[in-house]
């Protein structure tokens, strides 16, 4: 298999991932800037955006006038994050979210209306976040000072994860699959710090995919901590291109 990277309205910089090929090499990297976006993905394609929560502008928009861009549920989340790091990188990647989705949908960001589908766990409406009407399918993951976005036409979702520190190796790995334990246990530490950041951004891409989030635990499924994750019947999981430090992975829905 190959990967392939489309030239879209004439902009070489903005690139989609094709399934099922390769998908490990492009990442669209948003930046203070106005972005050049294009067409949405459509069919199996997925396009992949990352973004440093750090920058004081995203995506043309300073971020000291986010807020008015924000709905009243994220104006509110925001609200209540006490730390200036937390508050600035909730900010960044939603403002960053808003600006993808506008450009995809062609709307402002502030007119990009956003809602919560039912979790498959017990029906109530906190599962995935969704654009209204749907026709683009969204998963947003930040972790330290980086943020990770993809837009597919299918169920879609995305994880990034710093790596650990062996603390948290150890507090963590036991709540895996007994394979995946056994797996990351046969590693020297700093493999198993890394490994685990890789297995932790499979499968939280697949359970955000799924809609279910953390809610039934990261035992089941079996998607390994190898170099290449295995695939979950119904998904395709790839891993992605990340900064040292970090692992991310996405995971998309497809029809068999």
Same mark, same amino acid.
């Given at each position: 298999?190959?990967?392939?990277?489309?030239?879209?309205n004439g902009n070489p910089h903005v690139n989609r991932l094709v399934y099922p090929r390769r998908v490990t090499e492009y990442v669209n990297q948003l930046s203070g800037a106005t972005p050049l976006i294009g067409a949405p993905p459509a069919g199996v394609e997925v396009a992949v955006w990352s973004l440093?929560?750090?920058?004081?502008?995203?995506?043309? /928009?300073?971020?000291?006038?986010?807020?008015?861009?924000?709905?009243?549920?994220?104006? %509110? *989340?925001?609200?209540?994050?006490?730390?200036?790091? #937390? *508050?600035?990188?909730?900010?960044?990647? @939603?403002?960053?979210? *808003? +600006?993808?989705?506008?450009?995809?949908?062609?709307?402002?960001?502030?007119? +990009?209306?956003?809602?919560? %589908?039912?979790?498959?766990?017990?029906?109530?409406?906190?599962?995935?976040?969704?654009?209204?009407?749907?026709?683009?399918? /969204?998963?947003?993951?930040?972790?330290?000072?980086?943020? =990770? /976005?993809? /837009?597919?036409? &299918?169920? +879609?979702?995305? #994880?990034?994860?710093? &790596?650990?520190?062996?603390?948290?190796?150890?507090? +963590?790995?036991?709540?895996?699959?007994?394979?995946?334990?056994?797996?990351?246990?046969?590693?020297?530490? %700093?493999?198993? $710090?890394?490994?685990?950041? $890789? &297995?932790?951004? *499979?499968?939280?891409?697949?359970?955000?995919?799924?809609?279910?989030?953390?809610?039934?635990?990261?035992? #089941?499924? =079996?998607?390994?901590?190898?170099?290449?994750?295995?695939? &979950?019947?119904?998904?395709?999981?790839?891993?992605?291109?990340?900064?040292?430090? =970090?692992?991310?992975?996405?995971?998309?829905?497809? $029809? @068999?």
């Amino acid at each position: 298999m190959r990967w392939k990277a489309e030239r879209i309205n004439g902009n070489p910089h903005v690139n989609r991932l094709v399934y099922p090929r390769r998908v490990t090499e492009y990442v669209n990297q948003l930046s203070g800037a106005t972005p050049l976006i294009g067409a949405p993905p459509a069919g199996v394609e997925v396009a992949v955006w990352s973004l440093d929560t750090t920058l004081a502008a995203v995506g043309g /928009f300073r971020l000291d006038d986010a807020l008015p861009v924000l709905d009243a549920a994220e104006r %509110e *989340r925001a609200g209540r994050l006490v730390r200036p790091g #937390d *508050r600035q990188r909730y900010l960044a990647s @939603h403002l960053g979210l *808003r +600006v993808l989705l506008g450009g995809y949908l062609g709307l402002a960001p502030e007119e +990009v209306a956003l809602t919560r %589908e039912d979790c498959p766990c017990c029906g109530a409406p906190h599962g995935r976040p969704a654009v209204v009407g749907g026709g683009l399918h /969204f998963s947003l993951s930040h972790s330290g000072d980086l943020a =990770y /976005f993809a /837009f597919a036409a &299918v169920t +879609v979702g995305i #994880d990034v994860e710093a &790596v650990p520190d062996a603390a948290a190796v150890a507090d +963590v790995m036991t709540s895996l699959h007994p394979a995946e334990t056994a797996e990351l246990a046969a590693l020297p530490g %700093e493999e198993r $710090r890394v490994a685990l950041a $890789r &297995v932790w951004s *499979r499968k939280e891409a697949y359970l955000k995919g799924t809609g279910a989030g953390l809610a039934l635990g990261l035992a #089941d499924p =079996y998607i390994g901590a190898g170099p290449a994750p295995a695939q &979950v019947p119904g998904w395709l999981l790839r891993d992605l291109a990340s900064p040292p430090g =970090y692992a991310a992975a996405l995971a998309l829905a497809v $029809r @068999h």
